[in-house]
């Protein structure tokens, strides 16, 4: 499901002009991409204030972030994926301020996008975590999976506070009901955006 749902998203975006790592659906559950060298940074863009966000400062579950604040984090498992501020990632070397920049500037896009499109469709794009990789061309591109595993979606429909939970969270929080979640979304994405290209 995250396959079909992240093959409509990657469309979407790339109707809208973003660049992005996808070639199309090379079976169900298998999506052709173009090979990027990945930038070894999480992009995490956050709409509504919830999560590590809320476990790591005062600010109050629920609060809405206008302009959305953006997270980068150190893409390491061994390391726990630490935060990262602008000196540690010149200390690291790993992007230069222009790629900085323009790191930034595409996962600002990508949530005007895909927060309108979600909008659309009764739900919320609360959070979402993206990484991003250069092509052969130097092109920085939008890659990895976007899906429920990797954004937070709320069901505008619903107001109560488990109920509306439509992504990994559900899994996380030992809510049940993951693959009824998932497949909700896939089918308001499908709706949507019903043939993805081969
Ligand atoms: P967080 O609140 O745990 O920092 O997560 C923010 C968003 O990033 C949320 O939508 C889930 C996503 N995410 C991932 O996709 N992978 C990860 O390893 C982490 C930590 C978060």
Known sequence: MNCQISARLFEVLQREGVPTHYLGLAAENWMAVQRVEVIPVEVVLRNVATGSLCKQTPIPAGTE???????????????????????????????????????????????????SFFADLDLLLVDFKLEMGMNQAGQLLVADEISP??????????????????????????????????????????????????
């Open 149 to 198: 595993d990797t954004c937070r979606l709320w069901d505008q429909l619903n107001t109560d506070p488990e109920a509306r939970i439509l992504d990994k969270d559900r899994f996380r929080k030992d809510l049940g009901g993951v693959v009824e979640a998932y497949g909700e979304i896939l089918k308001r994405v499908q709706g949507a955006c019903p043939k993805p290209c081969n």
């Open 65 to 115: 972030l206008s302009p959305a604040l953006l997270d980068l984090y150190y893409k390491d498992d061994s390391l726990g994926d630490p935060l990262l501020t602008d000196a540690r990632l010149e200390l690291l070397g790993l992007i230069n301020a222009d790629q900085r920049q323009e790191i930034e500037t595409l996962a600002r896009r990508v949530n005007e996008v895909l927060k």
